[in-house]
C-alpha cells in the first residue's frame, strides 16, 4: 500500500519521467502567444446587403460625424479576418437582435431590410469562427477518453472499471477524441493516479484468488414476510398487555399519554401487516405491496461477485391481478444502482421466469440486491396512490408478486494479460530482476507495443525499489510502480512518433484503427498483422475491418460515436415533469438512450444504408421500450432485440426513437424549434447559430392560448427572429406528431409553450406540415420522411464528416474537402452502407497520414495567452514569470519555477518562445 508520504516524491517522479516516456526525448518547454489569423481564413462581408443599411441606419451616430461610445461603422472593414473586427460586427449584430439600434428616437428599419442583414452577419461570423479554428488538418497529440481508459482497463486486467473513478473528459467542442479541446492538469493526473492504484490493488488480489466453478444460489423472498410476522408478533404482544393492565413502566411507556398514543396508531402499524399477510401466495412468496415494500425488497444480501466474471440473475414471479401493463416491470439494483429493468410475466399462481445477464464493477465484491416497481415518485402511500390513479391502475395495490430470485455463476472469459503476468513473474518473493522483468514486460503492453525509454523503465524500477525499501512486500511495491506507468503520457495519450506528412507506422496506424472501432487498444490478431507489415495491403485492412465490425467489441463505435454525433448529452441533462407525465422514470430514460445506440450497433453489424436512419422497417427495443410504444415484444427476455414494425407503425429511424423525439422538447412539451434545429444539423448538414442574447421566450408571445404552430408564427414575425426561425420551424413540425415521450397523437393540447397545458385543456388536430428550404412541401410525416430521403446526400456527408473527426482526433476543416468528397464518392457507389463507409474512411490516405509534426507541439490548457508545449510528446501547464537576458522564467503546477535558455533551444522552437 502506497503511503500518503510518498506521493509527493511520486509527483515528482512523475514529472520527470515525461520526458523519459518514448525514446529519451528531454523534456522541452516553450511559450506561445496568440497570433492574428492568417489572411486565408478572412470571410468577407457583402457590401451589397450591407452598405446601404449601415449608411441609412447607423452612421449618423457611428460615421465621420459623431462616434457615440467610440465606436464608427463607416470605416469598419468589411473583410472579417481577425477577432478583433469579429468582435466589432457581433457587437452590432446584437444590438440589431435587441432593437437597441437604431435607438428609440430615430426611425426604424422595416422587417424587409432588417431581416437580409441579420440572417448575412449571423451567417459570416459563425463561418468566421469555424475558420478562425482551423489548423491546417494538424493532428493534435490526444489523451484516451473515460470510454477508451475503461476499455483498456479491461483488456489489461479483465476488470470493468465504473466511470465514477476515471477523471472526466473535460472537452470542449466536438467528439472526446479531439485532441485540440482535452486539458491536462495537476488534477487529472492524481485522478488517474488514485484510479490506477485501486483498480492495481484489486486486480492483484483476484489475481492470486483461483477461478471458481460456476453454481446457481437460490433466494427465497417468503423471509421478508417473516421478518413482517415478527414485527406484527411484537404489536399484538403489546396490546394483550395493555389489555391485561400492565404498568407504563412494564410496557417501556414513561406515561399514560404513551400508552394512549400507541392505542392509537395501534391499526396504522400492525393492521395494514394484517391485511397485506392475509394475500393468497403469501407463504411462498412476497407482494410489492407499497404498504410495506416502499422501496422494494431485498431478497439477496451481501452476495460475493467475483468482478473477473459475469453471472445470470433470474427473478421468478408474476402479476398480480388485472394492471396496466406499465406495472409489469421491476427495476433490479446492486448497492442501490440500477442493473437492469425486467418485465415480470405470469401469475401468481403459474409464475414466470425472467432474467438478464450482470457484470459488476471492479469495485462490487459483496452487493444486496433489491427489487421494486419501476415507477416515479419516491416512497409513500400516498405517492403511490396518486401514481396508480394517474397511470390507470384499477387492480390489486400490488402489482408484482415474486418468488424466487437466483444469481448463476461466474462465468469467466480469458485469462487477463495482468493476471497471466502475475502468474508468470509474481512468486511469494520476487528477485528484483523479476519485478523489473514484469514492470517492462507491463508497460509495452500499456504503451501499445511502443517500447519504453530504457530511462523510463529504470525511474519506475526505483519506485519499486524505494518502496520495497520501507517494508511493503513484492505485490505492495508493485502498485506504485505499475500505476506510475498507467498515469504516464506513454499510456494517457496517443503518442506517434512520425512526422508530418508521413504514414503512420504499421503499429500506429494498427491502434489508431483500434481506438476508432473499438475504443481500446489492439487486439492480438491486429498487433501480429501490423508487425508483420500487411496492414497496409487493401485485402488485409478489409478482412480486419470486417473483423472488427463483427467483433462484440464495436459496440464502442456506437457507445461513443453516436451517442455524440446524436447528441444524447441533452436528453440526458432534460427534466421531465413526471407529475404530468408519469410514465416517464429512470427505466424508460436509460432504456431511450440505450436505443439510439443498438439502433446504430445493428446498422454496423447488418452494412444498412444510412437512409436507415431517417426510415426503416424496425426498431431495435428492449421489452420497456416496446410497451412504451405499444409494439409487441416477441421474447420473453430483456435484452434490446430488432423488432419489425406494422406496416401502419409511425417507428423507424432516428427520427422515430423517443430520445431524438425528447431531446426536441423543452420538458414539458414537444418544441418544433428545437426539433428544427437538430433536423437541420444532423440530416441537412446545416450548422446552426446560437439564438442571440435576450431573445424572448415563446411563452410571452401571448396569453392566450394558442396552437404551438400559431404561437411559432408570431414569434416569427419579428425580423430577430424570421431570419432563423424561417428555415427551422417549418422543418421541426413535420416530427409534431410526436409528444416530447416520442408517443404518437393526432391531437394537441392548446396552451402556449413554456406554459403548463391544461390537463383537460381544448385539444385540436396536429398540423405536421412544413417546407424544406429551397425544396418542396410536406403535408405529413410521410411526406417529411420522403423529403430528407431525397436529401441523404446531406446526411452522409454529416456521417462522414463526424466519422472522420471522430476517428482522426481532430475537428474536420476546409483541408479536408477534397478526402471528404473522394470517401462520398465511393460510399454513394455503395449505397452509404454505413460498414462499407467505415472500411472507406480507414482505407483512405488521409486516415493513415500523420499529420503530426515531430515535435508535437499540442496545447494541454488553453490559457487566454499562453500555451506550454514540450517536445518530448506530452505538455506541462505552467505560468509566465519574467523574461530577461534571453532566460524565460516559468512557474510549474508545484510551485517551483524553472528557467529556459532560449540560446540553448533548437530554432524551431524559439519562433515560439520569440513572442513575449
Not at 422587417?111 to 451567417?123: G, K, Y
Not at 406494422?646 to 423525439?661: C, E, K, N, W
Request: glycine letters at 8%.
Amino acid at each position: 500500500m502506497t503511503s500518503h508520504r510518498f506521493r509527493p516524491l511520486l509527483r515528482s517522479c512523475f514529472l520527470t519521467l515525461v520526458g523519459l516516456t518514448i525514446k529519451g526525448l528531454p523534456l522541452l518547454l516553450a511559450v506561445e502567444f496568440a497570433a492574428a489569423a492568417p489572411e486565408s481564413t478572412a470571410v468577407q462581408l457583402n457590401s451589397k446587403i450591407l452598405s446601404g443599411f449601415i449608411g441609412n441606419n447607423c452612421t449618423k451616430c457611428h460615421g465621420p460625424d459623431k462616434q457615440k461610445a467610440d465606436f464608427r461603422l463607416d470605416t469598419l472593414s468589411l473583410e472579417i479576418s481577425n477577432s478583433g473586427v469579429a468582435i466589432h460586427w457581433q457587437e452590432v449584430l446584437d444590438a440589431l437582435n435587441l432593437g437597441e439600434m437604431p435607438p428609440e428616437d430615430e426611425p426604424k428599419p422595416s422587417q424587409a431590410e432588417l431581416e437580409p442583414v441579420l440572417d448575412h452577419l449571423t451567417s459570416s461570423l459563425l463561418e468566421a469562427k469555424q475558420r478562425f479554428s482551423e489548423t491546417g488538418g494538424e493532428v493534435f497529440l490526444r489523451r484516451i477518453n473515460r470510454r477508451e481508459y475503461r476499455n483498456t482497463m479491461e483488456d489489461l486486467f479483465g476488470l470493468r472499471v465504473p466511470d465514477e473513478l476515471i477523471p472526466p473528459n473535460d472537452i470542449g467542442e466536438g467528439f472526446d477524441t479531439i485532441g485540440l479541446s482535452q486539458q491536462f492538469s495537476s488534477f487529472h493526473f492524481e485522478g488517474y493516479f488514485k484510479a490506477a492504484e485501486k483498480i492495481l490493488k484489486t486486480a492483484m488480489h483476484w489475481s492470486e484468488q483461483p477461478r471458481l466453478d460456476s453454481t446457481t444460489e437460490r433466494f427465497e423472498l417468503e423471509p421478508q414476510n417473516d421478518r413482517m410476522r415478527k414485527a406484527l408478533k411484537v404489536y399484538d404482544e403489546k396490546m394483550k398487555r395493555i389489555a391485561a393492565g400492565d404498568s407504563n413502566e412494564a410496557l417501556g411507556f414513561n406515561d399514560d399519554a404513551g400508552r394512549r398514543l400507541f392505542i392509537q396508531r395501534y391499526d396504522l402499524m400492525a393492521g395494514g401487516k394484517k391485511r397485506y399477510l392475509e394475500q393468497p401466495q403469501i407463504d411462498t412468496g412476497a407482494y410489492l405491496d407499497e404498504e410495506f415494500f416502499r422501496i422494494g425488497v431485498t431478497p439477496v444480501l451481501n452476495y460475493k461477485f467475483d468482478p473477473r466474471g459475469s453471472y445470470r440473475i433470474e427473478v421468478v414471479g408474476g402479476v398480480n391481478g388485472t394492471q396496466p401493463s406499465i406495472r409489469h416491470f421491476v427495476e433490479l439494483k446492486a448497492n442501490g444502482l440500477a442493473i437492469g429493468h425486467l418485465r415480470i410475466t405470469g401469475t401468481p399462481e403459474t409464475p414466470g421466469a425472467t432474467a438478464l445477464n450482470f457484470r459488476p464493477n471492479s469495485d462490487l465484491e459483496k452487493a444486496s440486491l433489491n427489487i421494486s416497481e419501476n415507477r416515479t415518485g419516491g416512497p409513500g402511500v400516498r405517492v403511490f396512490q396518486r401514481y396508480a390513479k394517474a397511470v390507470g391502475s384499477k387492480g390489486p395495490q400490488a402489482a408484482v408478486w415474486l418468488d424466487r430470485v437466483e444469481i448463476e455463476g461466474p462465468f469467466y472469459g480469458e485469462v487477463s494479460f495482468f493476471e497471466l503476468l502475475h502468474r508468470e513473474h509474481l512468486t511469494e518473493n520476487p528477485s528484483n530482476e523479476t519485478a523489473k522483468r514484469l514492470l517492462s514486460d507491463f508497460a509495452k503492453r500499456a504503451f501499445r507495443e511502443q517500447t519504453p525509454a530504457p530511462e523510463f523503465l529504470e525511474k519506475v524500477h526505483a519506485v519499486y525499489l524505494m518502496t520495497r525499501e520501507h517494508g511493503s512486500t513484492a505485490s505492495e511495491a508493485l502498485v506504485p510502480a505499475l500505476a506510475m506507468i498507467l498515469s504516464s503520457p506513454g499510456f494517457l495519450y496517443q503518442l506517434e512518433e512520425s512526422s508530418e506528412e508521413e504514414n503512420l507506422t504499421q503499429i500506429e496506424f494498427a491502434n489508431r484503427l483500434s481506438h476508432f472501432l473499438w475504443s481500446r487498444m489492439p487486439d492480438v490478431e491486429l498487433l501480429t498483422t501490423a508487425t508483420e507489415g500487411h496492414l497496409y495491403d487493401a485485402d488485409v485492412l478489409r478482412a480486419q475491418v470486417n473483423r472488427m465490425l463483427a467483433h462484440t467489441n464495436r459496440w464502442a463505435l456506437a457507445e461513443g460515436f453516436m451517442s455524440q454525433w446524436a447528441t444524447l448529452t441533452r436528453f440526458d441533462d432534460i427534466a421531465i415533469d413526471v407529475e404530468q407525465h408519469p410514465t416517464f422514470n429512470d427505466g424508460l430514460r436509460l432504456s431511450a438512450r440505450l436505443e439510439t445506440q443498438h439502433f446504430f450497433d445493428t446498422m454496423i453489424a447488418e452494412n444498412l444504408g444510412i437512409d436507415q436512419l431517417v426510415d426503416s422497417d424496425f426498431v431495435v427495443v428492449n421489452a420497456l421500450l416496446a410497451d412504451h410504444y405499444g409494439l409487441n415484444f416477441p421474447s420473453e427476455e430483456n435484452d434490446f432485440q430488432k423488432v419489425t414494425l406494422p406496416a401502419s407503425s409511425p417507428r423507424g429511424g432516428l427520427l422515430g426513437q423517443m430520445a431524438f423525439l425528447t431531446m426536441g422538447s423543452n420538458g414539458e412539451r414537444s418544441s418544433p424549434i428545437i426539433r428544427g434545429v437538430l433536423v437541420a444539423e444532423k440530416f441537412l448538414h446545416k450548422t446552426i447559430a446560437s439564438p442571440p442574447a435576450n431573445v424572448p421566450e415563446l411563452a410571452s408571445a401571448s396569453e392566450k392560448p394558442l396552437a404551438v404552430k400559431e404561437i411559432i408564427e408570431m414569434h416569427q414575425r419579428k425580423a430577430q427572429c424570421s431570419s432563423c426561425h424561417r428555415k427551422l420551424d417549418p422543418i421541426g413540425f413535420g416530427l409534431e406528431n410526436f409528444d416530447l415521450l416520442g408517443q404518437w397523437r393526432d391531437l394537441e393540447v392548446v396552451g402556449n409553450i413554456g406554459k403548463k397545458a391544461e390537463v383537460e385543456g381544448e385539444k385540436i388536430p396536429v398540423r405536421a406540415e412544413g417546407a424544406f428550404p429551397n425544396k418542396g412541401e410536406f403535408r405529413n410525416l410521410e411526406e417529411f420522411r420522403a423529403g430528407l430521403l431525397e436529401q441523404k446526400s446531406l446526411l452522409a456527408r454529416s456521417i462522414t464528416e463526424g466519422l472522420l473527426a471522430y476517428g482522426l482526433g481532430r475537428h474536420v476543416e476546409f483541408s479536408d474537402e477534397q478526402a471528404i468528397d473522394e470517401i462520398l464518392m465511393q460510399s454513394q457507389q455503395d449505397e452509404h452502407r454505413i460498414a462499407d463507409l467505415v472500411y472507406t474512411i480507414v482505407s483512405h490516405p488521409g486516415f493513415r497520414r500523420s499529420d503530426q509534426e515531430s515535435r508535437a507541439d499540442v496545447p494541454m490548457a488553453l490559457d487566454e495567452s499562453i500555451r506550454v508545449w514540450t517536445s518530448g510528446k506530452f505538455t506541462v501547464e505552467a505560468k509566465f514569470l519574467s523574461s530577461a537576458n534571453g532566460v524565460v522564467t516559468l512557474e510549474l503546477l508545484d510551485g517551483k519555477s524553472i528557467d529556459i535558455n532560449l540560446e540553448k533551444l533548437s530554432t524551431d522552437d524559439q519562433k515560439f518562445v520569440a513572442g513575449k
